[in-house]
């Protein structure tokens, strides 16, 4: 309350005990009948300073409270302004230090700003090059090395080059913490103190809902490239569109000038940066003026992944899943004339390489049997499936650890396999330069390339879940309908 009304209370309090006191001295002159007679005078009379005496109190209470209150976020900010340290310090280059040390609170550990590095992972370095410049011996490197194993954390043989790795000292100029970036969600971070403290930081991340719209002018990347942020969401909006959602339904090297879309999408970022696309909830494709819409949908909770389905409930896809793997892109397509990227020779590619997660699972995408699973010089770890007098398919460059998931599963030659079920993990064993899945397919025994293959229609939506669909196909329509397309008229097709 403020002041005024506090002033207001307590003269109100001065003015009630005034009829308080001619009622004393009424009931010590004529005794206790007087109060009788006039009992409800007499009641407000007592009733009213015991009231404001009572808000009053009330009011000095909530005053000190908020006093206390005050002077707690003042020593806080004091404490706050004390204890984080003076970042201009810092060489304003080392932005993952700068995160490190905060998201870790390191500014309470005695750390010296003056000393911190950060560096990128030389051609030819091992942690033991790294960590000598500073102190660390042999036994200490060994004894880390055991303990990140044992965590689980991390393999020292995986240090690679143009990896950022930080190094923070304490105010005795002793390495204090070590941290490596693992990826962009994640880092290492080693405390030198204490090995057993060592951990992996999952960086905190944010989730946005887009909904774009563009029209084609000279191709599709283009058209997405002029409405999104970055060229890494440019990327894989093209990579959903094109290799995910309708790569069987629309041809894109023939795509008219003013073909056009819509999709809405989640996508996930870590410190401002797009990572990865988390939802697609629906798109609608105009090609040469027909509407292509594609609503995801799973016909059971047990599936690994979304089927694409049109306004009718018929699947985009053909007999075969779009792909064997949970892909991030398509980092290599069928090809007669490719350059390789590790021997440099131009050679036929008869296979679509899918860059993924290393470890991810890969699915047989049609069932069949095993007509192969082992590993070979070039092709790494793979399995080979038949699927009918027609169609084979092969899944190369496996991890190791797939020969495990092999002999515990029973997955070796006669094997029978279901569509989806999981056959081994993405690795880069044999002729690889990173995580993929080389995936080949042949038709009559001649290699050829799926996405241009008339392949058999997949089923449509069931009966049972048609409903189901029809709701959510419903609303993801109705929302696409809403968005509206850029600015037709000022759009130069001929440019």
Same mark, same amino acid.
């Given at each position: ?47 009213? @300073? #015991? ?152 960086? @905190?991340? /944010? #989730? ?31 990579? /959903? ?255």
């Amino acid at each position: 309350m403020n002041s005024l009304g506090y002033l207001i209370i307590k003269i109100l309090l001065i003015i009630s005990i005034i009829p308080l006191i001619l009622l004393l001295l009424k009931v010590f002159s004529f005794g206790i009948k007087t109060i009788k007679k006039n009992l409800i005078y007499t009641s407000l009379v007592l009733f009213c @300073p #015991i009231f404001l005496i009572i808000t009053l109190n009330t009011i000095n209470t909530e005053k000190n409270t908020e006093e206390i209150e005050v002077e707690i976020k003042k020593n806080d900010s004091k404490q706050k302004a004390e204890t984080i340290p003076n970042f201009s310090q810092l060489n304003p280059m080392y932005k993952f230090t700068r995160e490190v040390i905060i998201e870790n609170k390191l500014f309470n550990k005695n750390i010296d700003i003056n000393k911190c590095l950060e560096k990128e992972v030389m051609k030819n370095q091992n942690i033991t090059t790294i960590l000598k410049e500073f102190n660390v011996s042999n036994k200490d490197i060994y004894n880390l090395d055991n303990v990140l194993k044992t965590k689980n954390l991390f393999n020292f043989n995986k240090i690679k080059p143009k990896d950022k790795y930080s190094l923070i000292f304490d105010e005795n100029k002793m390495l204090a913490y070590m941290s490596y970036e693992l990826n962009k969600s994640s880092y290492l971070i080693i405390d030198f103190n204490d090995f057993s403290k060592s951990k992996i930081q999952n960086r @905190p991340h /944010v #989730i946005k809902k887009h909904e774009l719209s563009g029209i084609i002018t000279s191709h599709l990347w283009q058209a997405v490239n002029d409405v999104v942020d970055s060229s890494l969401e440019t990327e894989a909006v093209v990579s /959903v569109l094109a290799d995910k959602i309708y790569p069987w339904t629309i041809r894109f090297t023939h795509l008219n000038p003013n073909d056009k879309f819509k999709i809405i999408y989640e996508a996930k970022y870590i410190n401002d940066e797009f990572i990865k696309i988390e939802n697609v909830f629906a798109s609608v494709f105009n090609h040469k003026g027909e509407d292509y819409y594609a609503i995801p949908f799973k016909e059971n909770s047990n599936q690994k992944y979304n089927d694409y389905f049109d306004q009718n409930g018929n699947n985009l896809r053909n007999f075969f899943l779009q792909a064997p793997v949970d892909f991030r892109r398509i980092s290599s397509k069928y090809s007669k004339n490719r350059r390789h990227p590790v021997t440099g020779r131009v050679t036929p590619h008869f296979g679509t390489d899918f860059a993924a997660e290393s470890g991810s699972p890969i699915f047989s995408t049609a069932d069949g049997v095993v007509t192969a699973a082992k590993y070979k010089k070039y092709n790494g770890y793979y399995v080979k499936i038949r699927h009918n007098s027609t169609y084979e398919t092969q899944y190369l460059h496996m991890q190791k650890r797939s020969v495990n998931y092999w002999k515990k599963n029973g997955i070796s030659v006669g094997k029978k396999i279901k569509q989806g079920d999981i056959i081994g993990f993405v690795g880069q064993t044999g002729l690889a330069t990173g995580p993929h899945v080389c995936y080949r397919f042949w038709k009559n025994g001649k290699q050829v390339d799926p996405f241009k293959e008339n392949l058999p229609p997949s089923e449509p939506i069931k009966e049972n879940n048609l409903n189901e669909f029809n709701l959510k196909k419903n609303k993801w329509i109705k929302e696409l309908n809403k968005i509206e397309y850029p600015d037709y008229e000022s759009i130069d097709f001929d440019a």
